[in-house]
Protein backbone atom coordinates (compact mmCIF):
# COMPACT_ATOMS: atom_id res chain seq x y z
CA UNK A 1 0.00 0.00 0.00
CA UNK A 2 1.20 3.21 -1.09
CA UNK A 3 1.03 5.83 1.88
CA UNK A 4 -0.75 8.80 1.42
CA UNK A 5 0.37 11.87 0.24
CA UNK A 6 -0.32 14.31 3.88
CA UNK A 7 2.26 17.16 4.89
CA UNK A 8 3.25 17.01 8.14
CA UNK A 9 0.69 20.31 8.94
CA UNK A 10 -2.07 17.90 7.36
CA UNK A 11 -0.77 14.80 9.93
CA UNK A 12 -0.98 16.90 13.01
CA UNK A 13 -4.77 17.84 11.93
CA UNK A 14 -5.23 13.91 11.62
CA UNK A 15 -3.82 13.92 15.03
CA UNK A 16 -6.03 15.63 16.35
CA UNK A 17 -8.75 12.95 16.05
CA UNK A 18 -7.13 11.49 18.85
CA UNK A 19 -9.06 12.14 22.10
CA UNK A 20 -7.15 12.09 25.71
CA UNK A 21 -8.54 8.66 27.05
CA UNK A 22 -8.90 9.41 30.42
CA UNK A 23 -10.52 13.40 29.03
CA UNK A 24 -12.37 12.56 26.23
CA UNK A 25 -13.21 16.12 25.36
CA UNK A 26 -9.74 17.46 24.78
CA UNK A 27 -7.47 15.51 21.94
CA UNK A 28 -3.81 14.88 22.21
CA UNK A 29 -2.24 17.63 20.36
CA UNK A 30 -3.70 19.98 22.70
CA UNK A 31 -2.70 18.92 25.45
CA UNK A 32 0.65 19.25 24.62
CA UNK A 33 1.16 15.62 24.85
CA UNK A 34 1.97 14.91 21.35
CA UNK A 35 5.70 16.35 20.78
CA UNK A 36 6.55 16.10 16.97
CA UNK A 37 5.24 14.49 14.15
CA UNK A 38 7.61 13.51 11.06
CA UNK A 39 7.79 11.70 7.99
CA UNK A 40 10.32 10.00 6.13
CA UNK A 41 9.12 8.36 2.92
CA UNK A 42 6.37 5.50 3.95
CA UNK A 43 7.01 5.95 7.70
CA UNK A 44 5.41 8.03 10.38
CA UNK A 45 7.34 8.49 13.52
CA UNK A 46 5.45 10.57 16.39
CA UNK A 47 7.01 11.27 19.94
CA UNK A 48 4.73 11.24 22.57
CA UNK A 49 5.55 12.77 26.70
CA UNK A 50 3.48 11.66 29.74
CA UNK A 51 1.53 13.56 31.28
CA UNK A 52 2.59 11.61 34.43
CA UNK A 53 5.54 9.32 34.47
CA UNK A 54 3.55 6.30 36.04
CA UNK A 55 -0.08 7.62 33.91
CA UNK A 56 -1.91 4.51 33.03
CA UNK A 57 -3.63 5.61 29.69
CA UNK A 58 0.04 5.83 28.29
CA UNK A 59 -0.34 2.23 26.15
CA UNK A 60 -3.90 4.02 25.00
CA UNK A 61 -2.74 6.66 23.80
CA UNK A 62 0.42 4.66 21.79
CA UNK A 63 -2.28 2.26 20.32
CA UNK A 64 -4.94 4.87 19.40
CA UNK A 65 -2.36 7.07 17.66
CA UNK A 66 -0.89 4.25 15.51
CA UNK A 67 -4.84 3.31 15.11
CA UNK A 68 -5.85 6.90 13.66
CA UNK A 69 -2.79 7.06 11.37
CA UNK A 70 -3.65 3.34 10.14
CA UNK A 71 -6.85 4.21 8.71
CA UNK A 72 -5.32 7.57 7.37
CA UNK A 73 -3.47 4.83 5.58
CA UNK A 74 -0.32 4.90 6.78
CA UNK A 75 0.93 0.86 7.54
CA UNK A 76 4.21 2.03 8.89
CA UNK A 77 3.62 4.27 12.32
CA UNK A 78 6.26 4.45 14.94
CA UNK A 79 5.25 6.24 18.44
CA UNK A 80 7.78 6.72 21.33
CA UNK A 81 7.92 8.20 23.92
CA UNK A 82 10.19 10.52 25.64
CA UNK A 83 10.25 12.41 28.86
CA UNK A 84 12.40 15.31 27.95
CA UNK A 85 11.99 18.08 28.04
CA UNK A 86 9.38 17.48 31.09
CA UNK A 87 5.24 18.19 30.06
CA UNK A 88 4.27 21.09 31.85
CA UNK A 89 0.88 22.20 32.09
CA UNK A 90 1.58 25.44 30.27
CA UNK A 91 1.34 23.56 27.01
CA UNK A 92 -1.98 23.06 27.84
CA UNK A 93 -3.85 25.35 24.93
CA UNK A 94 -6.13 28.02 26.06
CA UNK A 95 -8.99 25.97 23.65
CA UNK A 96 -8.72 23.09 25.69
CA UNK A 97 -8.20 24.77 29.21
CA UNK A 98 -11.77 25.92 27.92
CA UNK A 99 -12.65 22.73 26.93
CA UNK A 100 -11.72 21.13 30.42
CA UNK A 101 -14.01 23.37 32.50
CA UNK A 102 -16.99 23.14 30.32
CA UNK A 103 -16.26 18.90 31.13
CA UNK A 104 -16.40 19.88 35.06
CA UNK A 105 -12.65 19.72 35.69
CA UNK A 106 -11.03 22.87 36.47
CA UNK A 107 -7.98 24.02 34.31
CA UNK A 108 -4.78 23.95 36.06
CA UNK A 109 -3.72 27.56 37.15
CA UNK A 110 -1.14 28.80 35.26
CA UNK A 111 2.89 29.14 36.80
CA UNK A 112 5.74 30.31 35.54
CA UNK A 113 8.16 27.53 36.69
CA UNK A 114 6.79 26.92 40.53
CA UNK A 115 3.86 25.35 40.43
CA UNK A 116 3.60 24.91 44.54
CA UNK A 117 3.12 28.81 44.66
CA UNK A 118 0.04 27.95 43.20
CA UNK A 119 -1.30 25.51 45.00
CA UNK A 120 -2.26 27.79 48.27
CA UNK A 121 -4.23 29.33 46.07
CA UNK A 122 -7.66 28.35 45.41
CA UNK A 123 -9.44 26.93 42.76
CA UNK A 124 -11.91 28.84 40.79
CA UNK A 125 -15.15 26.38 40.59
CA UNK A 126 -15.96 25.24 36.99
CA UNK A 127 -19.52 25.20 37.91
CA UNK A 128 -20.42 28.17 40.02
CA UNK A 129 -17.25 30.56 39.11
CA UNK A 130 -16.84 31.18 43.14
CA UNK A 131 -13.22 30.98 44.60
CA UNK A 132 -14.91 29.91 47.93
CA UNK A 133 -13.19 26.75 47.67
CA UNK A 134 -10.97 23.96 49.05
CA UNK A 135 -8.00 21.13 48.31
CA UNK A 136 -9.77 17.97 49.84
CA UNK A 137 -7.14 15.57 48.16
CA UNK A 138 -3.93 16.45 46.11
CA UNK A 139 -5.02 13.24 44.38
CA UNK A 140 -7.74 11.50 42.85
CA UNK A 141 -9.23 8.69 40.32
CA UNK A 142 -5.82 9.72 37.99
CA UNK A 143 -2.34 11.12 39.50
CA UNK A 144 -3.43 14.86 37.27
CA UNK A 145 -6.46 15.25 39.77
CA UNK A 146 -6.81 16.84 42.80
CA UNK A 147 -10.21 16.62 44.39
CA UNK A 148 -11.64 20.36 45.45
CA UNK A 149 -14.54 21.16 47.86
CA UNK A 150 -17.14 24.13 46.51
CA UNK A 151 -18.22 25.66 49.73
CA UNK A 152 -20.11 28.25 47.43
CA UNK A 153 -21.90 25.53 45.37
CA UNK A 154 -21.92 22.34 47.62
CA UNK A 155 -20.13 20.74 45.20
CA UNK A 156 -16.92 18.48 44.80
CA UNK A 157 -14.97 18.85 41.42
CA UNK A 158 -11.95 18.27 40.16
CA UNK A 159 -8.56 20.58 38.79
CA UNK A 160 -6.11 19.34 36.42
CA UNK A 161 -2.86 19.37 38.43
CA UNK A 162 -0.47 22.38 38.07
CA UNK A 163 2.89 20.53 36.78
CA UNK B 1 31.82 4.43 26.98
CA UNK B 2 34.15 2.72 28.46
CA UNK B 3 33.51 -0.83 30.01
CA UNK B 4 33.96 0.51 33.28
CA UNK B 5 31.82 3.81 33.64
CA UNK B 6 28.79 1.21 31.65
CA UNK B 7 29.23 -1.32 34.35
CA UNK B 8 28.61 1.64 37.21
CA UNK B 9 25.92 3.49 35.38
CA UNK B 10 23.85 -0.09 34.46
CA UNK B 11 24.40 -0.96 38.55
CA UNK B 12 23.21 2.52 40.03
CA UNK B 13 20.35 2.86 37.59
CA UNK B 14 19.42 -0.63 38.47
CA UNK B 15 19.81 0.50 42.02
CA UNK B 16 17.46 3.64 41.66
CA UNK B 17 15.20 1.50 39.73
CA UNK B 18 14.36 -1.11 42.48
CA UNK B 19 13.93 1.51 45.50
CA UNK B 20 11.12 2.62 42.96
CA UNK B 21 10.05 -1.03 42.67
CA UNK B 22 10.20 -2.33 46.00
CA UNK B 23 8.72 0.90 47.65
CA UNK B 24 5.79 1.13 45.19
CA UNK B 25 5.19 -2.35 46.14
CA UNK B 26 5.06 -1.65 49.80
CA UNK B 27 2.89 1.34 49.24
CA UNK B 28 0.48 -0.40 46.87
CA UNK B 29 -0.50 -2.98 49.41
CA UNK B 30 -1.76 -0.34 51.69
CA UNK B 31 -4.71 -0.36 48.83
CA UNK B 32 -8.32 -0.81 49.85
CA UNK B 33 -6.46 -0.95 53.74
CA UNK B 34 -5.62 2.99 54.44
CA UNK B 35 -7.43 4.57 57.29
CA UNK B 36 -9.79 6.38 55.19
CA UNK B 37 -10.90 6.65 51.56
CA UNK B 38 -8.76 10.03 50.89
CA UNK B 39 -5.72 8.51 51.71
CA UNK B 40 -6.25 5.29 50.33
CA UNK B 41 -6.71 7.30 46.33
CA UNK B 42 -4.17 8.96 47.53
CA UNK B 43 -1.26 6.31 48.44
CA UNK B 44 -2.34 4.33 45.77
CA UNK B 45 -1.45 7.03 43.47
CA UNK B 46 2.02 7.85 44.64
CA UNK B 47 2.48 3.74 44.70
CA UNK B 48 1.18 4.21 41.02
CA UNK B 49 3.53 7.36 40.35
CA UNK B 50 7.01 4.81 42.18
CA UNK B 51 6.28 2.23 40.16
CA UNK B 52 6.55 4.95 37.25
CA UNK B 53 9.32 5.92 37.94
CA UNK B 54 11.05 2.58 38.23
CA UNK B 55 9.97 1.94 34.71
CA UNK B 56 11.58 5.21 33.68
CA UNK B 57 15.04 4.02 35.88
CA UNK B 58 14.92 0.47 34.02
CA UNK B 59 14.27 1.41 31.09
CA UNK B 60 17.69 3.37 30.82
CA UNK B 61 19.61 0.47 32.31
CA UNK B 62 18.17 -1.88 29.69
CA UNK B 63 18.66 0.70 26.68
CA UNK B 64 22.61 0.44 28.24
CA UNK B 65 22.71 -2.99 28.38
CA UNK B 66 20.73 -3.58 24.59
CA UNK B 67 18.11 -4.84 25.87
CA UNK B 68 14.23 -3.92 25.06
CA UNK B 69 13.43 -0.65 27.06
CA UNK B 70 9.69 -1.77 27.07
CA UNK B 71 9.80 -5.75 28.02
CA UNK B 72 13.17 -5.47 30.06
CA UNK B 73 11.88 -3.79 33.38
CA UNK B 74 9.01 -6.51 33.45
CA UNK B 75 11.82 -9.22 33.41
CA UNK B 76 13.65 -7.35 36.15
CA UNK B 77 10.48 -7.29 38.36
CA UNK B 78 9.88 -10.66 37.91
CA UNK B 79 11.95 -12.55 36.99
CA UNK B 80 14.95 -12.20 39.04
CA UNK B 81 16.26 -13.76 42.21
CA UNK B 82 16.02 -12.21 45.53
CA UNK B 83 19.81 -11.93 45.45
CA UNK B 84 19.77 -9.66 42.80
CA UNK B 85 17.94 -6.47 43.99
CA UNK B 86 19.75 -4.14 44.69
CA UNK B 87 17.43 -1.70 46.46
CA UNK B 88 18.20 -0.43 50.09
CA UNK B 89 16.79 -2.41 52.47
CA UNK B 90 14.71 0.14 54.73
CA UNK B 91 12.10 -0.31 51.30
CA UNK B 92 11.57 -3.73 51.87
CA UNK B 93 10.24 -3.76 55.29
CA UNK B 94 6.64 -4.46 55.71
CA UNK B 95 4.38 -1.73 55.81
CA UNK B 96 3.68 -1.89 59.18
CA UNK B 97 1.13 0.70 60.57
CA UNK B 98 0.05 3.74 58.75
CA UNK B 99 2.89 5.73 61.09
CA UNK B 100 5.71 3.55 59.90
CA UNK B 101 4.40 3.97 55.93
CA UNK B 102 3.69 7.52 55.88
CA UNK B 103 7.39 7.94 58.06
CA UNK B 104 9.25 5.73 55.64
CA UNK B 105 7.81 7.77 52.68
CA UNK B 106 8.83 10.60 54.00
CA UNK B 107 12.19 9.85 54.57
CA UNK B 108 12.72 8.06 51.25
CA UNK B 109 10.34 11.36 49.31
CA UNK B 110 13.00 14.29 50.90
CA UNK B 111 16.08 11.75 49.72
CA UNK B 112 14.85 11.27 46.18
CA UNK B 113 14.18 15.34 46.04
CA UNK B 114 17.81 15.75 46.98
CA UNK B 115 18.81 13.50 44.66
CA UNK B 116 16.85 14.27 42.04
CA UNK B 117 17.69 18.06 42.11
CA UNK B 118 21.20 17.22 41.51
CA UNK B 119 21.02 14.37 39.13
CA UNK B 120 19.01 17.53 37.41
CA UNK B 121 22.49 18.34 36.15
CA UNK B 122 23.83 15.31 35.84
CA UNK B 123 26.29 15.07 32.50
CA UNK B 124 24.01 12.36 31.69
CA UNK B 125 21.39 14.13 29.50
CA UNK B 126 18.97 11.13 29.56
CA UNK B 127 19.21 11.24 33.58
CA UNK B 128 18.96 14.56 34.11
CA UNK B 129 15.99 14.81 31.73
CA UNK B 130 14.07 12.07 33.71
CA UNK B 131 15.25 13.69 37.00
CA UNK B 132 13.84 17.02 35.87
CA UNK B 133 10.23 14.91 35.16
CA UNK B 134 10.37 12.97 38.30
CA UNK B 135 11.38 15.49 40.72
CA UNK B 136 8.20 17.89 39.71
CA UNK B 137 5.93 14.25 40.95
CA UNK B 138 7.84 13.95 44.17
CA UNK B 139 6.93 17.55 45.31
CA UNK B 140 3.29 16.38 45.78
CA UNK B 141 4.59 13.31 47.47
CA UNK B 142 6.98 15.11 50.01
CA UNK B 143 4.10 18.01 50.58
CA UNK B 144 1.62 14.80 51.10
CA UNK B 145 3.67 12.79 53.60
CA UNK B 146 5.57 15.77 55.56
CA UNK B 147 2.02 16.98 56.07
CA UNK B 148 1.28 12.83 57.24
CA UNK B 149 4.36 13.27 59.88
CA UNK B 150 3.90 16.73 61.56
CA UNK B 151 0.25 16.24 61.88
CA UNK B 152 0.75 12.65 63.82
CA UNK B 153 4.10 13.66 65.63
CA UNK B 154 1.78 16.32 66.97
CA UNK B 155 -1.21 14.44 67.41
CA UNK B 156 -2.43 12.29 70.38
CA UNK B 157 -0.02 10.52 73.13
CA UNK B 158 -0.94 7.53 70.69
CA UNK B 159 -0.17 9.09 67.18
CA UNK B 160 3.19 10.32 68.55
CA UNK B 161 4.04 7.19 70.42
CA UNK B 162 3.73 4.98 66.98
CA UNK B 163 5.43 7.63 65.13
CA UNK B 164 8.36 7.44 67.24
CA UNK B 165 8.19 3.74 67.31
CA UNK B 166 8.51 3.90 63.50
CA UNK B 167 11.19 6.40 63.94
CA UNK B 168 13.22 4.18 66.18
CA UNK B 169 12.99 1.14 63.62
CA UNK B 170 13.64 3.12 60.48
CA UNK B 171 16.45 5.48 61.26
CA UNK B 172 18.85 2.88 61.61
CA UNK B 173 18.01 1.77 57.92
CA UNK B 174 18.50 5.49 56.26
CA UNK B 175 22.07 5.12 56.28
CA UNK B 176 21.50 2.20 53.68
CA UNK B 177 20.25 4.93 50.99
CA UNK B 178 23.48 7.12 51.34
CA UNK B 179 26.09 4.17 51.16
CA UNK B 180 27.94 4.13 47.38
CA UNK B 181 27.92 1.09 45.06
CA UNK B 182 31.41 -0.23 44.33
CA UNK B 183 31.16 1.52 40.89
CA UNK B 184 29.53 4.86 41.95
CA UNK B 185 32.98 6.96 42.55
CA UNK B 186 33.72 6.77 38.76
CA UNK B 187 30.31 8.16 37.77
CA UNK B 188 30.79 11.19 40.10
CA UNK B 189 34.71 11.77 38.95
CA UNK B 190 32.96 12.27 35.36
CA UNK B 191 29.84 14.36 36.81
CA UNK B 192 27.19 11.57 36.38
CA UNK B 193 26.43 10.98 39.74
CA UNK B 194 26.17 13.59 43.12
CA UNK B 195 28.25 12.48 45.76
CA UNK B 196 26.05 10.40 48.27
CA UNK B 197 27.48 12.44 51.14
CA UNK B 198 26.56 15.60 49.96
CA UNK B 199 23.31 14.18 49.37
CA UNK B 200 23.17 13.53 52.86
CA UNK B 201 24.36 16.37 54.65
CA UNK B 202 21.58 18.56 52.31
CA UNK B 203 18.93 15.63 53.34
CA UNK B 204 19.93 15.48 57.70
CA UNK B 205 19.50 19.50 57.60
CA UNK B 206 16.10 19.62 55.75
CA UNK B 207 14.69 16.15 57.99
CA UNK B 208 15.93 16.86 61.19
CA UNK B 209 13.99 20.21 62.18
CA UNK B 210 11.05 18.34 60.16
CA UNK B 211 11.06 15.56 62.74
CA UNK B 212 12.21 17.53 65.95
CA UNK B 213 9.46 19.94 65.28
CA UNK B 214 6.89 16.80 64.68
CA UNK B 215 8.14 16.13 68.56
CA UNK B 216 10.24 13.50 67.63
CA UNK B 217 13.32 12.27 69.22
CA UNK B 218 15.59 11.42 67.11
CA UNK B 219 17.93 8.58 67.86
CA UNK B 220 21.74 8.00 67.94
CA UNK B 221 22.78 7.05 64.38
CA UNK B 222 23.54 3.12 64.97
CA UNK B 223 23.75 2.24 61.03
CA UNK B 224 21.60 -1.55 60.14
CA UNK B 225 23.91 -4.47 59.21
CA UNK B 226 21.87 -4.42 55.83
CA UNK B 227 23.01 -2.87 52.30
CA UNK B 228 22.00 -3.07 48.93
CA UNK B 229 23.86 -6.43 48.31
CA UNK B 230 22.96 -7.89 51.81
CA UNK B 231 19.07 -8.00 52.76
CA UNK B 232 16.53 -8.45 54.98
CA UNK B 233 14.46 -12.09 55.13
CA UNK B 234 11.45 -9.67 54.40
CA UNK B 235 12.52 -9.31 50.83
CA UNK B 236 11.72 -12.84 49.94
CA UNK B 237 8.36 -12.66 51.11
CA UNK B 238 7.72 -9.48 49.53
CA UNK B 239 9.01 -11.58 46.55
CA UNK B 240 6.42 -14.41 46.74
CA UNK B 241 3.51 -12.00 46.51
CA UNK B 242 4.86 -9.92 43.98
CA UNK B 243 6.32 -12.77 41.29
CA UNK B 244 3.87 -15.48 42.62
CA UNK B 245 1.43 -14.88 39.20
CA UNK B 246 4.53 -15.44 37.09
CA UNK B 247 6.02 -18.46 38.59
CA UNK B 248 2.47 -20.10 38.54
CA UNK B 249 2.35 -18.98 35.21
CA UNK B 250 5.63 -18.71 33.07
CA UNK B 251 4.63 -18.20 30.00
CA UNK B 252 1.21 -16.49 31.01
CA UNK B 253 0.77 -13.12 28.73
CA UNK B 254 -1.91 -10.34 29.84
Same mark, same amino acid.
Given at each position: M????? $?E??????L??V????IP??N?????????????????????????????????M???????L?????????V????????T $??W????????????G???????TG????V???S?AC??C?S?????????????C???Y??D????????F??? | ??ND?????A???L?????E?????????????A????E???F????LDE???A?????L????????????P?????????GA?RH???????????A?????????????S?M???????Q?????G????I?????YH?????T?V???GL???????????????L?P?VM???R?????AT?I?V??L????????????A????L??S???????I????????HT??L???????????R?Y????W
Open positions: VAPML $TKELWRVEDKDPEVVLVEMGIIRSVTREDERVTVIITPTFTGCPALHTQGDIATRKQAGFSDVKTVTLSPAW $TEITEEARAKLKDFLAPPPRHDFELLVEAPYGHNTRINNTWGPTPRILYCHCQQGFEQKPL | MELKDALARLAMGDDAILGHRDSEWCGHPILEDIAANIAIGHQVWYAHAELLGEDAASYDELVYRRSAFAPLLELPKGDWFSMLRQYLFDLYEVLAKLADSNESIAAAIRGREEIRRHTQWRRLGTEESNSRMQTALDAWHELFPLSGDLEGIPNLGDVQTVWEAIRPWTENLAIPEAPSNYTRTHKHATLLDDLQEVVLPEGS
